[in-house]
């Protein structure tokens, strides 16, 4: 049984900034080798480099920070030995890893070299250690506070306010598609639907069932809503990610999106954007929608796992360089790039958006082993709908569909 106790607890405590005092990581690693594979942004540049500074003669060090991680992970960790040593995972891509059984418990590493570790760090599966937890994330409300100036628009509360922002930007003059969202066909829009059907009450399966239930009034709402805001972006919007996202961001055509947090350090940098966009970037909780209180967003914590076929002295090396590159003196020289689980870190504006949405009511993506499958399905199967070629319920039955027909080939159903 997973510990669904952690997200609550640790946003808790990194708002209060109260967690217990961390020890700083000695390397001292002897032999071994330490090779990463992670997704491709600023804070996980900063892990990396930390963990880097325990190469030596006798410890090799590589990685791979890449969009592609989530494709390349199973793979990759099932040869033998597996072609990385560790993965930096979130609370969906763990599931893959642990449903193959490729990721290692490493409760005696814990013990061995964890002390620096607050309890709220270690995911635990079935009273197993199975990743460690730094960083929180979610999608919230980036918006540039000049152009809602401008247009005399006070910062949307909720989606209905964000439709009605973007229709004063437009019929103004001062930009053709005020919204972006991470609409891109496959998991990004998977993603999208579960954000807005969660901020709507929705449930993706029957209680204490792999059972699907969308295909309902809450679904087609969600779907409705996501077409409605589409209308105010780029035309191209089923090809755009978090990179095509930031990209126009900083180039200063969009006012406002539900971006991750994680992004927030790369749209404030002082690379590929201008003064003003940069200045006026503001972040705040996600919006909520259909007259709901809960943020219409998912709270998700970024970690790693130590690959299963591998060598023990490449698993212990791989853990404790990993601490290396999770230090409180490394969170805080980068504390503008994520909300940093780790102790005594001291969170920045940057980090607003996504503590907000949890302290509003933000609820965890689910940690369910079919819900992978679900995502997938949703990812496919919306797209006829967002093109206008297919209804909310048809789109939503084939979902249903897709999912149904994976779960019984996995055994679920």
């Known amino acids: 049984m997973i510990d669904k106790s952690f997200l609550a607890i640790a946003f808790v405590l990194i708002s209060a900034s109260m967690l217990v005092p961390y020890a700083q990581a ?7 080798r330490i090779s990463i594979l992670s997704n491709d942004f600023p804070a996980l540049h900063a892990v990396a480099n ?9 410890v090799s060090f590589s990685k791979n920070q890449t969009d592609e991680h989530r494709n390349l992970q199973v793979p990759a960790l099932t040869v033998n030995p597996a072609e990385y040593t560790v993965a930096v995972i979130a609370n969906s891509s763990i599931v893959p890893l642990l449903n193959d059984g490729l990721a290692r418990p490493i409760d005696d590493l814990v013990a061995k070299y964890g002390s620096s570790l607050s309890n709220t760090q270690l995911i635990k599966i079935d009273g197993q250690v199975m ?6 994330n979610a999608q919230h409300l980036f918006y ?36 972006s969202g991470t609409y891109k066909a496959g998991w990004n829009l998977g993603e999208e639907f579960i954000n807005m059907y969660f901020g709507y009450g929705g449930e993706l399966f029957e209680a204490s069932s792999a059972q ?69 970037t503001r972040f705040a909780a996600a919006p909520t929608v259909g007259g709901g209180s809960v943020p219409a967003t998912t709270l998700w ?12 002295q490449d698993a212990e090396a791989s853990f404790r360089g990993m601490l290396n590159g999770i230090t409180t003196d490394i969170a805080n020289a980068n ?14 504006e940057k980090a607003s958006g996504t503590l907000n949405s949890a302290k509003n009511g933000a609820a965890p993506y689910p940690m369910l082993p079919y819900i992978g499958l679900m995502h997938t399905a949703l990812g496919d199967e919306l797209v006829d709908f967002m093109q206008g070629t297919e ?13 149904i027909t994976a779960a019984q080939e996995k055994g679920f159903l």
């Open 144 to 179: 540039r506070d000049d152009i809602l100036k401008q247009a005399a628009i006070d910062v949307p509360r909720s989606y209905e306010e964000v439709l009605d922002a973007a229709e004063v930007i437009r019929s103004q003059g001062l930009m053709e598609y005020p919204l």
């Open 131 to 136: 990743a460690v937890a730094f960083m929180a």
């Open 50 to 58: 930390g963990v880097e500074q325990c190469a030596s003669d006798s």
């Open 335 to 348: 504390a503008e790039s994520a909300a940093w689980l780790i102790s005594d870190f001291h969170a920045t």
């Open 26 to 32: 000695d390397c001292g690693i002897t032999a071994g």
């Open 391 to 403: 209804s909310a319920k048809e789109a939503l039955a084939d979902v249903e569909t897709a999912y």
């Open 212 to 280: 699907p239930s969308i295909n309902n009034a809450k679904g087609e709402a969600a779907l409705n809503m996501m077409r409605r805001l589409s209308e105010y972006m780029n035309p191209d919007f089923l090809t755009y990610d978090s990179n095509a996202v930031q990209a126009d961001w900083e180039a200063g055509k969009t006012a406002l999106v539900n971006l991750w947090g994680s992004r927030a350090a790369g749209v404030t940098d002082d690379e590929g954007s201008t003064y003003q966009v940069v200045n006026n």
């Open 301 to 312: 914590w970024d970690g790693f796992v130590i690959a299963q076929n591998i060598s023990d």
